[in-house]
C-alpha cells in the first residue's frame, strides 16, 4: 500500500494514458476501415494498422506538442517571472541553486553532482535538456512517418511522392504540427495566468486557497 500511496500519481496517469493510447488506436482503426470501404479498399488489420504511418503520425504529432509545451516551461520557468502566479519563480527570493559545489556535499544530495563541474552543470540543467531531446525524437518520428503516408496518399492517386527530405518542407507537416504548438503555448499561459487569482486545495500546482493574489510561487 506504501508504494501505490508514494506513486499514486504516476501510476494513475499512465494508467490514463494506457486506456487513451487503446481508445485512439480502437478508433483510428474504425476510422480506416470505413475509409477503405468507400474507396473499395482492402481494410487494415488492428495489428497493421497499430504499425502504419497514419497511426504513427498521429501519436507522435501529439507527444511533441506535449514535450516541447513541457521543455520550453521548464526552461522559461527558470529565466522569466510572472508576478502574483503559482508558475513562477518569486523574484524577491534569493537564488535556490547557487553554489552547487557547496550543496553538492549535503546529506541526500544527488551523487552526479560530486563528479566534477561538467557533470553538475550538466545536471543542473538535465530536465530542460530530456524534454527537449523527446521532443526532437517525436518530431523526427511524426515527420518520418507523416511523410510515408503522405507518399502512400500520392501513389494511391498516380502521383509522385514527396521525398522524406522534401516532405520537411511539405505545408501540410508543418499544418499538423502549429496546429497542437499553438495550444500547448495557449493552455500554459492560461494556466500560469489563472493561477494568479484561482485555487485548486492542496494541489502543488495552485498557491494556498487564502495566500494573496500577489503571492507569487507556490
Do not use: C
Not at 57 to 69: A, C, G, I
Not at 156 to 185: I, K, R, V
Amino acid at each position: 500500500m506504501r508504494m501505490l500511496r508514494d506513486n499514486g500519481l504516476t501510476i494513475v496517469l499512465m494508467l490514463l494514458f494506457t486506456g487513451t493510447i487503446l481508445g485512439q488506436w480502437i478508433a483510428g482503426w474504425h476510422v480506416q476501415v470505413e475509409d477503405a470501404q468507400r474507396h473499395g479498399e482492402t481494410a487494415l488489420s488492428p495489428a497493421a494498422y497499430l504499425f502504419s504511418p497514419e497511426f504513427l503520425s498521429s501519436v507522435f504529432e501529439n507527444w511533441e506538442s506535449e514535450f516541447l509545451q513541457m521543455s520550453a516551461y521548464v526552461v522559461l520557468t527558470a529565466v522569466l517571472i510572472q508576478r502574483g502566479s503559482a508558475e513562477s519563480k518569486d523574484p524577491d527570493s534569493p537564488p535556490r541553486d547557487e553554489d552547487l559545489d557547496l550543496q553538492a556535499s549535503k546529506p541526500g544530495s544527488p551523487r552526479i553532482l560530486r563528479r566534477g563541474p561538467l557533470w553538475r552543470a550538466l545536471y543542473a540543467r538535465s530536465l530542460g535538456l530530456a524534454l527537449a531531446i523527446l521532443f526532437v525524437l517525436s518530431f523526427v518520428v511524426h515527420w518520418t512517418q507523416s511523410a510515408r503516408a503522405a507518399a502512400q496518399e500520392a501513389l494511391t492517386h498516380g502521383e509522385q511522392p514527396l521525398t522524406t527530405f522534401a516532405y520537411l518542407g511539405d505545408p501540410q507537416l508543418w499544418f499538423e504540427s502549429f496546429q497542437n504548438w499553438q495550444s500547448e503555448f495557449l493552455s500554459t499561459a492560461v494556466l500560469v495566468v489563472l493561477s494568479i487569482f484561482l485555487r485548486q486545495r492542496e494541489s502543488p500546482e495552485s498557491k494556498g486557497v487564502a495566500a494573496p493574489h500577489a503571492q507569487t510561487g507556490q
